[in-house]
């Protein structure tokens, strides 16, 4: 494969990888990780069970984590980089759409929900945030991680990005964690480096948040049910994240696996999905994930023509 077409099959994997692990892992949202091993490990599209907040989408149908990624994806596009007041605007009319439609209106978490209202309101970006320490951001910012080459660049735009709807110091720290291991990942670089560098640039804003990521790779040759009650797997940040990248780390050659195990690892799982499926699209490519899923996947080839967008845009080409 030629430099180009490998690199566009990386920018592709990475935002497909995304959506892919969200829409698989919103079936098991909220449930624990003996109640889904009991109901059946899921390794393909279907509908949430019921009580679970997307249980109203459609199979193959993604969640509010890629629908935020899209909405950042389109910013960089529109501005030509990060634009924080352009992003702002653009995310207070997509939570204004999703909150008035009924299918998608439980999907919307707290931090996003509050923050939404007060941008809606009159309230400036750099004061409407929540201070929840959620992962709304971390989830959504893999574009941050494509659109930008230099290391400090992709660090302060991913915690800039956070602060319109999450600014805790541990949302922040989760946001840049994960740009910074995008675009790791896109340079082929040892899990080891990806995970050290992730952790480093995020121990500067939060260091419980970074020493959690650096654990999440020493238990990588755990046994899953072990580590996922050690880090735990609510909406936090301190869980969903190291939860990403362990089994990002413990699938680290195998990213079909990576992804299942975080769909199925209890909690907030569509989030932790869809990090681990970022992750593995950035680092190997949209090849390694099985024809099923891109086929049944929601809206694929708007998000091939964004990721293509992104690839445009950068310093790349």
């Known amino acids: 494969m030629k430099p180009l077409e490998k690199l566009r099959s990386k920018y592709t994997g990475c935002m497909l990888g995304a959506a892919i692990g969200d829409a698989l892992g919103k079936q098991n949202e909220g449930l624990g990780r003996k109640d889904i091993l009991e109901n059946g490990y899921v390794t393909d599209y279907g509908k949430a069970r019921p009580g679970c907040p997307g249980e109203k989408l459609r199979e193959g149908q ?3 984590d890629t629908e935020q990624m899209i909405v950042l994806a389109q910013s960089l596009i529109d501005c030509n980089g990060f634009d924080a007041m352009d992003f702002a605007e653009k995310i207070a009319k997509w939570g204004v759409e999703a909150q008035n439609d009924p299918a998608r209106k439980k999907l919307v978490g707290p931090s996003s929900s509050a923050a939404i209202s007060r941008l809606n309101s009159g309230i ?3 004061e409407s945030g929540s201070e929840i320490p959620s992962c709304g951001s971390a989830m959504r910012v893999a574009p941050i991680g494509l659109f930008y080459n230099n290391m400090d ?3 302060s735009n991913a915690a800039l990005s956070s602060i319109p709807t999450h600014n805790s110091k541990g949302a922040i720290a989760g946001a840049v964690a994960v740009a910074v291991a995008v675009r790791r990942a896109l340079c082929e670089r040892d899990c080891i480096e990806i995970v050290k560098d ?11 948040l970074a020493k959690k990521i650096e654990l999440s790779f020493e238990k990588k040759d755990t046994e899953p049910d072990k580590v996922f009650e050690e880090l735990g797997t609510s909406y936090l940040v301190y869980d969903t994240v190291p939860c990403a990248f362990y089994c990002f ?3 680290f050659g195998a990213p079909e696996k990576a992804i299942t195990e975080a769909v199925n690892a209890g909690g907030d799982t569509d989030s932790i999905a869809c990090m681990t499926g970022a992750l593995c699209g950035a680092l190997h490519g949209i090849d390694v994930f099985p024809e099923k899923w891109l086929k049944g996947l929601e809206n694929r080839k708007m998000i091939e023509h964004l990721s ?10």
């Open 308 to 317: 293509s967008a992104i690839l445009r845009k950068s310093e790349n080409i």
């Open 124 to 126: 400036l970006w750099k």
């Open 153 to 155: 660049e992709i660090e």
């Open 198 to 208: 992730a952790a480093g640039r995020a121990s500067k804003y939060d260091s419980g």
């Open 62 to 64: 993604y969640t509010d």
């Open 249 to 251: 780390s413990r699938h």
